[in-house]
T-cell receptor, first 117, second 110 residues
């Protein structure tokens, strides 16, 4: 089966510019996550979708970050305006979202490495 | 709050056995997952323990003790390619989400 697809792989922008990332999860997966991973740290959950509804966005800086998952499939994450501290890898992951062990295994995309200069 | 603790670094030699410990403090705990991440790569799933005891998958095993809020990942017959970061993640809460540790960097030396 095809894995989680993300684009772009790399992005360099100046501070105060805007940027958008795209994610296509594994077919049939109901749960989709966006994580931010700063070099040397663990993934930090930004937002979790179940189908097209938001389950958790408690750590999403809503003044500058937004995400949507229209039709419960693809998702986009946007940063506007970007700050230097947003430099990180942005990982998208998906899991089945069904059954008693619905989210125990998450499948990750290769991520987008964002550099803000 | 909800948190997981694991050592930041572990070093071992090829062919050896290494154990990476993880203690957790969460509410609504369902189970413990382990992920491997090579430099520049994406995390990949290794194992999930919902029940107490040892789960073995090839050279890797994972253990959970719910009463002690503790688990570990055991890597046997270490190979150079096992050099990576290893994350424990608790599956917990009303939203059944993964709560991640900060990761353990494993260096396997010749």
């Amino acid at each position: 089966e095809a894995g989680v697809a993300q684009s772009p792989r790399y992005k360099i922008i100046e501070k105060r510019q805007s940027v958008a990332f795209w994610c296509n999860p594994i077919s049939g997966h109901a749960t989709l996550y966006w994580y931010q991973q700063i070099l040397g740290q663990g993934p930090k959950l930004l937002i979790q979708f179940q189908n097209n509804g938001v389950v958790d966005d408690s750590q999403l800086p809503k003044d500058r970050f937004s995400a949507e998952r229209l039709k419960g499939v693809d998702s986009t994450l946007k940063i506007q305006p970007a700050k230097l501290e947003d430099s990180a890898v942005y990982l998208c992951a998906s899991s089945s979202g069904r059954g008693s062990t619905m989210n125990t295994e998450a499948f990750f995309g290769q991520g987008t490495r964002l550099t803000v200069v | 709050g909800q948190s997981l603790e694991q050592p930041s670094e572990v070093t071992a030699v090829e062919g050896a056995i290494v154990q990476i410990n993880c203690t957790y403090q969460t509410s609504g705990f369902y189970g413990l997952s382990w992920y491997q991440q090579h430099d520049g790569g994406a995390p990949t799933f290794l194992s999930y323990n919902a029940l107490d005891g040892l789960e073995e998958t090839g050279r890797f095993s994972s253990f959970l003790s719910r009463s002690d809020s503790y688990g570990y990942l055991l890597l046997q017959e270490l190979q150079m390619k096992d050099s990576a970061s290893y994350f424990c993640a608790a599956y917990a809460g009303n939203n059944r989400k993964l709560i991640w540790g900060l990761g353990t960097s494993l260096a396997v030396n010749p």
